[in-house]
């Protein structure tokens, strides 16, 4: 008698069985924690005829592998059955989730591992309950996991997501929306996204309309010393705050050395105490870039821990940014660079509106309709404008196709997209909502200058403040002003 040792297991054998020994060992290897629970009372398998006494019952003794594999056809489905799971449906569905996961794991190179204890199924049996779906006896689902192969694996994986990719769509734009409207403090105030999708997938559309993927736009930014800096900043913050209250701010921000040089610039909690980090370049983007990162101070300043209305956390900044950048004009600098600096923020998010773009249309998709499907996804791409879709990079031409085959690999590529990173809409939430806000409130000022009072007080007492009362300030601003206008 000849023995294998492999993975909890023993093989015996004798020389007419040693091939099929080798494909048990194969078998068990590439599905171990699978078979180690699915034949836990046999941790002997021993196959063909052999003389000597089994050892009480925790032997499996088989003729051939033929055999072998009859056997797993009769006890692998009751297996399945009393597993910790509710359903097949809801399982297959749970699976699909996973393949998606460790497929599109690798998205803008994050880490990202499944923990095998938080699995309702070894992930190795995956593929049992595809193949018991998709064959129709067990026998044959047993031999294609002998035979599991890419190719099999693939071939199981293509069923499992034509058969549930629409209902995984819906399933997951449904969670995203409860996910938007539950995951701060602020439950009654996370709507926003909701409640203004088109408004904000019409601005999201504008931004890609103008972001410049040719480069050949940029300018080289003036150099600017921290002398020259510390001047534009007091400059400019007199002549947005008269009251002189963000001067007398910025002046402690100095002298309690609450401003360090960083690798990177952001407002920081460092032991109970908010911090600037700067990191600066020594050219004008510093002016910038601190004007930025002050505002955020001033909104989180009096706070332990930052508690702000997450679709108004970046929106004084990028506000107060913008006009920091117009004040830049108004004291000479060269429009052409000033310009540039204006269109950066839209570029530093390019590669993310392209995702956004896909994931808040289907969003208003489910929104209007209540279910996406692809006849309604056809109608919605109708209605997307020829200008939209020559500025789209033919590769991403799948955002706008009007192919069944290219709208379900669109649904594919938001379906793994979400599953590998569903916190991406709400990490990105207050700089959708924040750059159209700002925009917007930018365009009030332009008009009139009294507008940045509002914005003082909405900065000042953010953590308390509203999206849908400053959406409405804003909406009055510009009735007021355009009836004005056509008074005039």
């Known amino acids: 008698m000849k023995k294998l040792k492999v993975q909890g297991f023993t093989i015996e054998y004798n020389k007419e069985t040693e091939q099929d020994a080798k494909v048990l060992k194969k078998l068990f290897t590439t599905n171990s924690l699978f078979f180690l629970d699915l034949l836990k009372t046999y941790p002997i398998i021993r196959i063909g005829d052999i003389d000597e006494p089994l050892q009480d019952d925790i032997t499996l003794e088989v003729s051939s592998l033929d055999e072998f594999k009859e056997i797993l ?57 595809i193949a018991l779906a998709y064959y129709e006896s067990p026998k044959e689902a047993v031999n294609a996991l002998f035979n599991l192969d890419e190719q099999e694996k693939k071939k199981l994986f293509n069923y499992l997501n034509d058969t549930y990719r629409i209902d995984l769509v819906n399933e997951l734009i449904d969670e995203q929306i409860k996910y938007l409207s539950q995951a701060s403090e602020y ?34 930014i003036p150099p600017l ?10 400059e400019f913050l007199i002549k947005v705050d008269p009251s002189l209250k963000w001067l007398k701010e ?87 660079v000033i310009d540039f600096m204006l269109s950066e923020r839209n ?90 806000l700002a925009d917007r409130a930018v365009e009030v000022t332009v008009q009139d200058p009294m507008f940045i009072y509002d914005m003082l007080s909405i900065t000042d007492n953010l953590s308390t403040t509203n999206p849908n009362d400053v959406i409405t300030l804003i909406n009055q601003k510009h009735k007021q002003l355009t009836k004005k206008h056509e008074t005039i």
């Open 250 to 336: 910025y002046e402690e921000l100095k002298n309690k050395n609450k401003i360090k040089k960083n690798k990177m610039w952001n407002c920081d909690n460092e032991n109970g105490t908010w911090i600037i980090n700067a990191s600066l370049t020594h050219t004008l983007e510093d002016f910038r870039s601190f004007i930025h990162e002050f505002i955020h101070y001033i909104t989180v300043k009096d706070q332990k821990q930052e508690s702000l209305p997450i679709a108004l956390k970046e929106f004084p900044s990028i506000y107060f940014e913008t006009l920091a950048l117009k004040f830049l004009e108004e004291k000479g600098y060269d429009k052409e």
């Open 73 to 129: 056809a009769i006890i692998l489905p009751p297996y399945i059955e009393k597993l910790n799971i509710k359903d097949d449906e809801e399982s297959l569905m749970t699976f699909l989730r996973i393949l998606l996961t460790t497929k599109y794991s690798d998205i803008k190179d994050r880490d990202l591992s499944i923990k095998k204890n938080e699995l309702p199924i070894y992930i190795e049996s995956i593929y049992s309950l």
């Open 347 to 436: 570029e530093w998010t390019e590669e993310n509106v392209y995702n956004l773009y896909l994931l808040l249309g289907l969003i208003s998709n489910y929104i209007k309709n209540g279910c996406v499907t692809v006849k309604n996804e056809l109608l919605r791409r109708c209605l997307i404008s020829k200008e939209l879709k020559d500025k789209i990079p033919q590769e991403l031409s799948f955002f706008h196709d009007y192919s069944e085959k290219e709208i379900n690999y669109s649904f594919d590529i938001f379906n793994g997209y979400m599953t590998a990173y569903p916190e991406s809409i709400y990490e990105e939430y207050p700089y959708i909502t924040g750059t159209y």
């Open 187 to 220: 439950k009654n105030q996370d709507n926003f996204i909701i409640e203004n999708i088109d408004e904000l997938l019409k601005h999201t559309t504008e931004e890609m309309l103008s972001i410049d993927l040719s480069n050949q736009h940029k300018k080289e």
């Open 225 to 234: 010393t921290e002398e020259q800096l510390n001047k534009l900043i007091v």
